[in-house]
């Protein structure tokens, strides 16, 4: 069913309207997603105090990662992790910050999905307050609802994931979320505390004349990465770079602009650096269901399997005929 748009359509609305037409539904997914944009005006809120309550800069420690922990890292996981451990909608929430899994405590119900996510995507940009945010996906779980949750119900291909989205943190606070129904964007009102839909049916353009890729790293790409690259520099094409440097930043804008967005394997990281569970796998969901595609460079991302809850991956992902093209000379690759 397509949801038509109306002003003044609260998340809540959206997602109440759109539970009525699936009779046999709980609403256990709706209090998720209630859980997790309540997470996001936390967050949102905090961000845009960090530099008055001594949240910016880093705690001194490192994570799973080996990255440096920055104050907003610790407070937007510990954010996440609060808002759905009780609600009985969640077993499982996998996090960039966790070395291991964040089980559902024994004292509230293990629900019937598993949540990734990566809490403050972009922690590098904080101090200078560019663009940020918080990128999530969804799975159904695979074991018993009210049973303690195993890897079973996490390591999977992203083909599997029931929903996806993120949370921008810019000049002002957006909420995309898709799933099978398509994408649409939520715009945080501050003034009355709500997400209102701004951006229904969201469809990314399949060709455009940007690219968003840390070129600096060009020596070191792949044979096949570097003859794409060439391509888009060649003028007749007309190609322009926009490049924030935070994944969901460039990815968000690429997704209603169009363009390709490209973190490829280099030498030094020859699996990439992006984590396939909670980077790329929302992603990929998200642009396939706003029409585009999403590789690494060889195969299609929502195939891949992890082994790892930390796994990495290179990722192309952007307009669909762009990312046809890149795979096609990547794929060329030993």
Do not use: W
Not at 26 to 42: E, P, R
Not at 184 to 209: K, N, R
Not at 309 to 320: A, E, F, Q, S
């Amino acid at each position: 069913m397509e949801t038509p748009f109306v002003e003044g359509i609260t998340l809540d609305r959206f997602l109440m309207d759109t539970l009525r037409d699936h009779p046999g539904a709980s609403g256990t997914f709706v209090n998720l997603m209630q859980s997790i944009a309540l997470a996001g005006k936390m967050i949102s809120a905090r961000v845009n105090r960090a530099g008055l309550s001594g949240l910016l800069g880093g705690t001194g420690e490192t994570n799973v990662q080996g990255e440096f922990v920055q104050k907003l890292d610790v407070y937007a996981n510990e954010t996440f992790k609060k808002a759905l451990e009780h609600g009985g909608h969640t077993c499982m929430v996998v996090s960039e910050e966790e070395d291991e899994p964040i089980l559902t405590p024994e004292r509230f119900h293990s629900g019937k999905y598993v949540v990734t996510v990566d809490p403050l995507d972009g922690s590098s940009n904080i101090d200078v307050n560019a663009t940020i945010g918080t990128i999530f996906g969804v799975f159904r779980r695979k074991t018993a609802e009210g049973t303690k949750a195993t890897l079973e119900d996490v390591i999977r291909p992203g083909q599997d994931l029931v929903a996806a989205g993120y949370v921008i943190y810019g000049s002002g606070t957006i909420l995309i979320l898709a799933t099978e129904h398509g994408v649409h964007g939520f715009s945080l009102d501050p003034m009355v505390g709500e997400f209102f839909l701004s951006h229904p049916h969201i469809q990314t353009p399949p060709t455009s004349t940007t690219y968003s890729l840390n070129e600096a790293y060009y020596h070191q790409f792949p044979p096949g990465t570097r003859a794409y690259v060439d391509r888009l520099r060649e003028p007749k094409r007309g190609y322009g770079t926009r490049y924030i440097g935070t994944l969901i930043a460039d990815f968000h804008r690429n997704l209603l602009k169009g363009g390709i967005f490209l973190y490829p394997a280099t030498a030094k990281n020859p699996q990439g650096k992006l984590r396939l569970l909670y980077e790329a796998f929302p992603t990929a969901y998200i642009v396939e269901r706003a029409g585009g595609a999403a590789t690494n460079g060889k195969q299609r991302i929502l195939d891949l399997v992890p082994k790892t809850l930390h796994d990495r991956t290179p990722l192309v992902i952007g307009g669909k005929a762009e990312v046809e093209e890149a795979t096609a000379l990547m794929s060329a690759e030993p």
